[in-house]
């Protein structure tokens, strides 16, 4: 974790994917990333998975999905949080989530850093963005360059909750 915090892997041109359970800190760790990158002045932008998936739907709507696209290209660093949390919508004759997500990382591909988190595994992605094919280019790509980290362990977030109520339970 201290050598990837240099950000050494974004000069590299190299990919991160994060995966894990809930409140395992992956999120955590690239918002800390995130605030690195500002230190270091690199150009970054975060977005969730659901978000950043809205965001370019709503340029085909409006006519501006190239300039949207061109703009989530853009950074050196992409943080893409919580693939698999919240609902991919699908509406009529546009194009899947996985469509929409692969055009962008096939843009970023071997030339700026995309970090990604997910809570559901690599294998579940394809029903998760509804297309199999093009999720598996997306991994693909992201794993040609990619430093894959998976965190095994227990909720913080359960863990503060037995806390509190230990706490709650002793008090009274």
Same mark, same amino acid.
């Given at each position: 974790?201290?050598? /990837?915090?240099?950000?050494?892997?974004?000069?590299?041109?190299?990919? #991160?994917?994060? =995966?894990?359970?809930?409140? =395992?800190?992956?999120?955590?760790?690239?918002?800390?990333?995130? %605030?690195?990158?500002?230190? $270091?002045?690199?150009?970054?932008?975060?977005?969730?998975?659901?978000?950043?998936?809205?965001?370019?739907?709503?340029g085909l709507a409006d006519g501006t999905y190239s300039q949207r696209l061109k703009? &989530?290209?853009?950074?050196? /660093?992409l943080i893409i949080d919580d693939v698999g949390l919240g609902q991919v919508k699908?509406?009529?004759?546009?194009? =899947?989530?996985?469509?929409? %997500?692969?055009?962008?990382?096939?843009?970023?591909?071997?030339?700026?850093?995309?970090?990604?988190?997910?809570?559901?595994?690599?294998?579940? &992605?394809?029903?998760?963005?509804?297309?199999? =094919?093009?999720?598996?280019?997306? #991994?693909?790509? /992201?794993?040609?360059?990619?430093?894959?980290?998976?965190?095994?362990?227990?909720?913080?977030? $359960?863990h503060v909750a037995k806390g509190r109520a230990a706490e709650h339970a002793s008090?009274?």
């Open positions: 974790m201290l050598e /990837l915090a240099r950000l050494d892997f974004v000069r590299r041109h190299d990919d #991160l994917v994060i =995966t894990g359970k809930a409140g =395992t800190g992956k999120s955590h760790i690239l918002k800390a990333f995130a %605030l690195r990158a500002c230190e $270091q002045g690199i150009r970054m932008r975060y977005a969730r998975c659901v978000d950043l998936l809205d965001d370019l739907h709503a703009g &989530w290209a853009r950074p050196d /660093l699908k509406r009529g004759d546009e194009p =899947t989530a996985a469509h929409t %997500l692969y055009n962008l990382v096939d843009r970023r591909h071997g030339k700026v850093s995309t970090a990604i988190t997910s809570n559901i595994a690599l294998s579940d &992605w394809g029903r998760y963005l509804g297309d199999a =094919t093009l999720t598996a280019a997306i #991994l693909d790509r /992201l794993a040609m360059h990619a430093i894959r980290i998976d965190i095994d362990g227990p909720s913080y977030r $359960q008090a009274t």
